[in-house]
């Protein structure tokens, strides 16, 4: 038998036991868990049962942010082994639609993304003991690196990305806000592109200490003091808050570009459009990533980063509810993992 941990509803988790050990198909891979990250969005689902417009309706196994040790591997499967560790790239694009044809594969019109609601049936994620994957979504990883930090590849594929999509930032002042783990992995991803000040705005100290560790050169309050306004070239909301887009509406420069890598409410908000005509900003969305995540497990693999000082806690599966609870606690944490010690 194997342990999951399953959202039935908001506040509504639990443990079950599931059937291990079924045939594999040929391509097939069947992994034990190494770590998996609590996500902002798997903490939206626990505490409210919907992240935006994607709604539980019917139990959903969270989790798509992990690493695994290969247990068994079905007779074609040519890439992986018995006992490696595996980076698991939790996007399963169809590879023919129009965006997966013209190289914007993270916008499938027929995406399986684990762990999520965004679909019905929904797609199952990886927060249990032993899950089955495909061969094409694992890359093999055998430098000296911890399970748990190949489990952020995922988060820092959403970093690069949304620096992707902000453009040419060699040089530029960036602005983030929110030092949450997405932001603190944008602040990575500028600093690899080459910005030349990165700035982070949050209304949580823990959070900026954690941003100031990753790389940022100012770190500001959000809700103390003065504004900001016009002092950045680009900016990149990572917060899911309508007080931070404000915050980026004002602070980035005539000409400049926001990149909205947050969910913000389903509900809406109130979009100043005049503030973009006349002041010539491009607003763009960053949504999951595509090619990025095989640059973030380069990145990791080759310690050109070091993400261990957002790596917070991690508990065993068995522990799950204490886990998200920590997880949704910033005063205390930033990335809580969940990891499977058998």
Known sequence: MS???????????RLESDSAGAPLAPHEVELRLGAAGICGSDLHYFLHGKVGAFVIREPLIPGHEASGIVLRVGEAVTRVAPGMKVAINPSHPCGQCDYCRGGRDNLCRNMRFLGSASVYPHVQGMFRE???????????????????????????????????????????????????????MSVIAARLAGAAHIIVSDIADRAL??????????????DTGEPLADVADVAIEAAGSPAALATCLSATRRGGRIVQVGTLPAEGVHFPANNIMARELD???????????????????????????LMSAQLPLERAAEAFELAADRTRSTKVQLVCES
């Open 130 to 184: 032993r899950f089955v994957m495909g061969e094409r979504q694992l890359t093999a990883v055998d430098e000296d690196i911890s399970l748990g930090e190949i489990a952020c590849a995922e988060p820092l594929s959403i970093g690069l990305h949304g620096v992707n999509r902000a453009g040419n930032l060699l040089g530029k002042t960036v602005l983030v806000t929110g030092g949450g783990t997405i932001g603190c």
């Open 283 to 309: 607003y763009v969305g960053a949504f999951r990533a595509g090619v990025e995540f095989d640059w973030a497990v380069s990145y990791l693999r080759t310690r050109k980063v070091d993400v261990r000082p």
């Open 3 to 13: 342990l999951t941990c399953r959202i039935h509803g908001a506040r509504d988790l």
């Open 209 to 222: 200490t954690m941003a100031a560790q990753v790389g940022a050169d100012t770190c500001v309050r959000a």
